[in-house]
């Protein structure tokens, strides 16, 4: 007979997922195990084998979840009749406090992504192309001079966006709305500005 799902499987799965990177995040990913793991979460051995049967499976969920629900936060905002510059305030914003909380997963991503099968690591950078697309078609609008026949310089102007946020992100774990949001408005100032000279 096949085993029911308990009624909190998805909050236990959750606080799985959340503990996990935190572990991964603070002992490194390959010398982290799942007894670990399960310590942290206070369970057994056996319990958390009944969510995952390894710790690849358990680090593409980790991955899985958050870089699709940060690909989905991004397509989800309304910038339908906002100006270029608009659209670009609102990303970074966006994106800024969407890391809110998830330092831990951030920084796994790095390391953990070439750990995983070709197959799995395809479907996460699927993820991160689309918020690259995003940004770099918002670019794109603001400056088609610089950027038409140029893919590379539209390529390297938008990671370097992301590099910005990405450096905060190290740098000021912990940040709260207020200077996330801030910082936000200095980046896309940099990145407006900076377009004019492009």
Not at 36 to 50: D, E, L, P, R, T
Not at 130 to 155: C, I, T
Request: with cysteine; glycine share 6%.
């Amino acid at each position: 007979m096949a085993r029911t799902i308990a009624k909190d499987h998805d909050q236990k799965r959750i606080n799985i997922l959340k503990t996990a990177a935190r572990v991964f995040a603070t002992d490194g990913i390959a010398r982290a195990s799942m007894s670990q793991v399960a310590k942290a979460c206070g369970i057994s051995k056996a319990n958390i084998y009944h969510y995952y049967d390894g710790k690849d499976a358990l680090l593409f969920d980790i991955l899985d979840t958050y870089l699709r629900s940060l690909r989905d936060q991004m397509a989800g905002l309304s910038l339908d009749g906002l100006s270029p510059e608009e659209k670009l305030r609102q990303i970074v914003r966006a994106t800024l406090l969407a890391y809110e909380g998830m330092d831990a997963e951030h920084k796994i991503q790095t390391e953990g992504i070439p750990q995983l099968p070709e197959d799995q690591q395809d479907v996460l950078k699927t993820y991160q192309r689309d918020m690259v697309r995003q940004l770099s078609a918002v670019l794109r609008e603001l400056s088609p001079r610089a950027f038409d026949g140029n893919s590379r310089k539209l390529h390297s102007a938008t990671m370097s966006i992301y590099g910005m946020l990405n450096w905060f992100y190290v740098w000021n774990q912990g940040a709260d709305k207020k200077t996330r949001q801030d910082y936000a408005s200095l980046v896309s100032d940099l990145a407006l500005n900076g377009l004019k000279g492009l």
